[in-house]
């Protein structure tokens, strides 16, 4: 057994836990956070100048190449990116589902930085309330749609697509009804149980109307804003009439291999982050240290983006033309890491156990893996395509 004893204070609810923001409280975590962006910035720079140099060289070697055959007159075969130039820019298989996810993924990306901004004015906290949590979630969610109707739509509009409405409404909806399932499910286990997590049927109404009545149509908008202000893709090279076939590849040459080393070069450089975040949203702990996250997030962006751009590139010099739909799932392929992360964690270091925890953790981490996967992927693929 044990005893309580409650003390009065003047300090209001909201600003209790002001001070562990002081760097007095935790320094050795936050020397740990600095040296954390220290090997993580080391990372940026060796893999961005990996990648400039080697792509410089070759491409410098491969230009040089051409040159010297151009004026020598000599008919030798092309060979590599060269050899494929016609089909680069082939419209891959089911355009429109690409077409939204880089949508989406855009979405969130804003999203993230609009939520960084404002946990820095505080208007986001950890002693929120789970509802308003989720109606916050929800209202910026919303408020940001129109970001994957615009982006999608223009994106599609540019490679020719027809079916607009159809874009849109996948835009709309390919992230939402997945998760809004999973949110209902866990809602349902929760009530079963009883517990504080279980959301009203009033507040469940009011979210789904929420975004019903103004995520939806501000999807529409933006995706009507960017059909009208996009133009037609403009290919720097023709197209062939004929799909040239892939020659056969090694195994390290191959997508599986490929989404590993995408993958797990970002997620090395955000390990560390990510474990206090665990420790913070799943243990204990509390976090206030934004500035370091928006450092971690920014150099998870950069690192994503330099990998895919030379895994498309390499995969381009074995004569793979198929790199729309590859450059996506690399970028996003560090959600899969995540998602490993996430069972080591809740295996060894969390102290969670029964159904209800086991499905609350599980199904709420699913939901940040889909969000990684859509907002990475999109990252990767766009780095691609104006590289290409």
Not at 244 to 270: C, K, N
Request: proline letters at 4%.
């Amino acid at each position: 057994s044990f005893t309580v004893k409650w003390h009065p204070t003047d300090i209001k609810y909201e600003n209790r836990l002001d001070y562990v923001k002081t760097e007095q409280m935790f320094p050795h975590e936050l020397e740990i956070h600095w040296l954390s962006i220290l090997n993580s910035f080391v990372l940026v720079v060796l893999l961005t100048g990996f990648v400039v140099v080697i792509l410089l060289r070759v491409l410098k070697a491969d230009y040089a190449r051409y040159t010297k055959s151009r004026e020598t007159g000599d008919d030798t075969e092309d060979y590599g990116w060269k050899l494929i130039h016609g089909d680069v820019f082939r419209i891959p298989e089911n355009i429109t589902l690409w077409c939204a996810f880089i949508g989406i993924g855009t979405q969130f990306v804003v999203l993230f930085f609009v939520c960084l901004a404002m946990a820095f004015g505080e208007i986001i906290t950890p002693t929120l309330p789970g509802g308003s949590v989720y109606t916050s979630v929800i209202i910026l969610y919303s408020l940001t749609s129109s970001i994957a109707g615009f982006v999608s739509a223009w994106f599609f509009k540019q490679i020719g697509g027809g079916a607009w409405a159809w874009n849109i409404v996948q835009a709309a909806t390919l992230f939402f009804i997945p998760m809004a399932i999973v949110a209902m499910f866990l809602n349902i286990i929760a009530s079963v149980y009883g517990t504080t997590q279980a959301l009203s049927l009033p507040t469940l109404i009011l979210l789904f109307s929420i975004y019903m009545f103004i995520g939806f149509p501000l999807t529409v908008v933006g995706g009507i804003a960017g059909r009208n202000l996009s133009s037609e893709y403009q290919a720097p090279c023709r197209v062939n009439h004929f799909v040239r076939m892939i020659p056969p590849v090694p195994f390290y040459r191959q997508a599986p291999f490929q989404y590993l080393v995408a993958g797990f070069l970002p997620f090395s450089g955000i390990y560390i982050e990510l474990h206090y975040l665990f420790n913070s949203v799943w243990g204990h702990l509390s976090y206030h240290l934004y500035g370091i996250l928006f450092l971690v997030f920014i150099i998870l962006l950069i690192v994503t983006s330099s990998i895919t751009i030379a895994l498309t590139y390499f995969q381009l010099s074995v004569e793979n033309h198929h790199w729309w739909w590859r450059s996506f799932i690399s970028g996003g392929s560090t959600a899969f890491f995540v998602g490993l992360y996430s069972i080591f964690f809740y295996v060894y270091r969390s102290k969670m156990s029964g159904f209800l925890q086991t499905v609350f953790y599980f199904g709420r981490m699913f939901s940040v893996c889909v969000t990684f996967f859509f907002m990475l992927g999109a990252v990767g693929a766009l780095s691609s395509l104006f590289f290409c």
